[in-house]
């Protein structure tokens, strides 16, 4: 591990919008934290984004919308360490990190469904032969099931056309209820929201660069209607 990692790797353990997870059982998903809403300022609806890197975007809702509380998730430390101490220098108490793997979602949140779910411009993984590893695979909408109140909203944003073509064929196979898709979000005159309105660095240089934005709105059924 680098010097620069390492020490970000040792500081994060200490920050009070950290929750810092190790696996205890891999075969079960389970991991050492269990999930508890105290751990916001307020009692608010609770919104994830799934991979959220370092934070930006979710960073950018919470101040967008303080009756609201976000939690960003992702396995990177050197990445959530960057989100996490911008939102404290800015004194946000409606935003939180958990430093976790997705598949292991459902055991830490078990009995705290989430309201809404961002996925911000994910890894299309376009080398792989089957796409079980994109983040809108059937396996990980099954998944997102099982975190999310029923009719909960989804949201993919991304700059790639194979995972954009990917996931619509994946959300119609697993029965989602897609609101809404545009393979050109900012040319589009529908009022959507944060969608338009966040941008992250990696976004706006896409964007700089001639990259057209996809965009997808979703919801899934519920597992029993799977």
């Excluded at 589009?188 to 934005?213: F, H, M, N, P, W």
Aim: with cysteine; net charge neutral; charged share 30%.
């Amino acid at each position: 591990m680098a010097k620069k990692k390492r020490i970000r790797y040792e500081e994060i353990h200490a920050f009070p919008n950290v929750i810092f997870t190790e696996i205890v059982d891999a075969d079960s998903r389970k991991v050492n934290r269990s999930w508890s809403e105290n751990v916001f300022e307020k009692e608010q609806e609770t919104v994830v984004e799934i991979g959220c890197g370092r934070g930006e975007y979710c960073i950018d809702l919470a101040r967008r919308n303080p009756h609201k509380n976000y939690l960003g998730v992702d396995i990177k430390a050197d990445r959530l360490y960057i989100g996490a101490k911008k939102a404290m220098e800015e004194g946000l108490t409606n935003v939180m990190f958990v430093r976790i793997r997705v598949e292991f979602l459902p055991t830490f949140l078990e009995g705290h469904p989430i309201s809404e779910a961002w996925i911000t411009f994910p890894d299309p993984y376009n080398r792989t032969i089957n796409g079980r590893k994109r983040l809108t695979a059937p396996r990980f909408l099954d998944l997102y099931r099982k975190i999310l109140n029923r009719g909960a909203s989804l949201h993919l944003k991304t700059d790639d056309p194979t995972l954009y073509e990917f996931s619509l064929e994946s959300l119609n196979q697993s029965g989602a209820d897609i609101r809404f898709h545009t393979f050109d979000l900012y040319s589009t005159s529908e009022d959507l929201g944060d969608a338009k309105a966040v941008q992250t660095t990696y976004e706006k240089r896409y964007i700089k660069e001639g990259r057209l934005i996809k965009y997808i709105h979703f919801t899934l059924p519920a597992p029993s209607e799977n």
